[in-house]
């Protein structure tokens, strides 16, 4: 397994450096083609008016949008320029999360900026929540302070469920260059240590099946927001640059919630982190 294809997300009003940084490294390393999206639509104003007055305010807003929209195919084309693949760039006037779910078929790998606790506007930005949920690819965070793709130390946040098994089968590509590899799981309770070692035992078994040599750690018992505090401590221990996690969250009243765990891994600002649902 390998990516050809890197699609990454850009977003109007935020930094796109970051993200467009790793997107590239994440191409040159694989030798694959890399898509640069963009979608936005204009918000009219909470105080509206009608008429040819109303007109001109959709145009002249409209018209911006699409000016902001041409200055992110600059960036994107600047970015990629030397990177010596193929480089595709993909916009249009739309909900950024619809626009960027429909491009996804033709990609193995999404790269996004990450996201504040903060209110995000769906008008001008697709929010790694929904990438991540609805996709059907893994999606690669990348915070505004990061400035490259670290592999020296990836940590795969292990939980013997669908969703981390698939994010780890999505991560071969990236574990395959890594140095060093650690698993770490986080017991629920009133889980039985010894089964939960022999999970992670057997992860790591399977990947060095698939030429990865990873160490295995189950930490204390834990629950609720505790385990995200316990799995930064880890990633801090083993100096990771990568974590590597199944997303988990579930749909009320038609919005995306996240579970505690991958809410933080969204929004944390340290590292870079790969996420499958």
Same mark, same amino acid.
């Given at each position: 397994?390998?990516?050809?294809?890197?699609?990454?997300?850009?977003?109007?009003?935020?930094?796109?450096?970051? @993200?467009?940084?790793?997107?590239?490294?994440?191409?040159?390393?694989?030798? %694959?083609?890399?898509?640069?999206? *963009?979608? %936005?639509?204009? *918000?009219?104003?909470?105080?509206?008016? &009608?008429? *040819?007055?109303?007109?001109?305010?959709?145009?002249?807003?409209? =018209? $911006?949008?699409?000016?902001?929209?041409?200055?992110?195919?600059?960036?994107?084309?600047?970015?990629?320029?030397?990177?010596?693949?193929?480089?595709?760039?993909? $916009?249009?006037?739309?909900?950024?999360?619809?626009?960027?779910?429909?491009?996804?078929?033709?990609? &193995?790998?999404?790269?996004?900026?990450?996201? $504040?606790?903060?209110?995000?506007?769906?008008?001008?930005?697709?929010?790694?929540? &929904?990438?991540?949920?609805? =996709?059907?690819?893994?999606?690669?965070?990348?915070?505004?302070?990061?400035?490259?793709?670290?592999? @020296? +130390?990836?940590?795969?946040?292990?939980?013997?469920?669908?969703?981390? @098994?698939?994010?780890?089968?999505?991560?071969?590509?990236?574990?395959?260059?890594?140095?060093?590899?650690?698993?770490?799981?986080?017991?629920?309770?009133?889980?039985?240590?010894?089964?939960?070692?022999?999970?992670?035992?057997?992860?790591?078994?399977?990947?060095?099946?698939?030429?990865?040599?990873?160490?295995?750690?189950?930490?204390?018992?834990?629950?609720?927001?505790?385990?995200? *505090?316990?799995?930064?401590?880890?990633?801090?221990?083993?100096?990771?640059?990568?974590?590597?996690?199944?997303?988990?969250?579930? +749909?009320?009243?038609?919005?995306?919630?996240?579970?505690?765990?991958?809410?933080?891994?969204?929004?944390?600002?340290?590292?870079?982190?790969?996420? $499958?649902?």
């Amino acid at each position: 397994m390998t990516y050809a294809t890197v699609m990454v997300s850009l977003a109007l009003d935020q930094s796109n450096e970051a @993200r467009l940084q790793v997107a590239g490294e994440l191409a040159e390393r694989f030798e %694959a083609a890399i898509v640069g999206v *963009a979608a %936005a639509q204009f *918000a009219p104003p909470l105080y509206f008016t &009608d008429g *040819a007055n109303a007109q001109a305010v959709i145009e002249e807003g409209e =018209a $911006s949008v699409k000016r902001r929209l041409a200055d992110l195919e600059v960036q994107f084309r600047a970015a990629t320029k030397n990177r010596g693949g193929r480089a595709e760039w993909r $916009s249009a006037m739309d909900f950024p999360a619809r626009f960027a779910l429909a491009q996804a078929r033709c990609a &193995d790998i999404l790269v996004s900026g990450g996201r $504040s606790p903060a209110f995000s506007d769906a008008f001008a930005l697709a929010s790694p929540k &929904d990438l991540v949920m609805q =996709a059907g690819r893994p999606l690669l965070v990348v915070p505004d302070q990061v400035n490259w793709l670290d592999l @020296r +130390s990836v940590l795969v946040a292990w939980k013997d469920t669908p969703e981390a @098994r698939r994010a780890v089968a999505d991560a071969l590509p990236l574990l395959r260059k890594a140095q060093e590899v650690t698993i770490a799981a986080i017991p629920e309770r009133d889980d039985d240590r010894e089964v939960v070692m022999a999970g992670v035992t057997d992860v790591a078994a399977w990947l060095a099946r698939h030429g990865v040599t990873a160490s295995a750690r189950v930490c204390e018992s834990s629950r609720g927001e505790a385990a995200a *505090a316990q799995l930064e401590k880890v990633a801090g221990d083993v100096g990771a640059g990568l974590i590597v996690a199944g997303a988990y969250g579930h +749909s009320r009243f038609r919005e995306l919630i996240l579970g505690g765990v991958t809410q933080h891994l969204v929004t944390q600002s340290a590292r870079s982190v790969l996420l $499958s649902h």
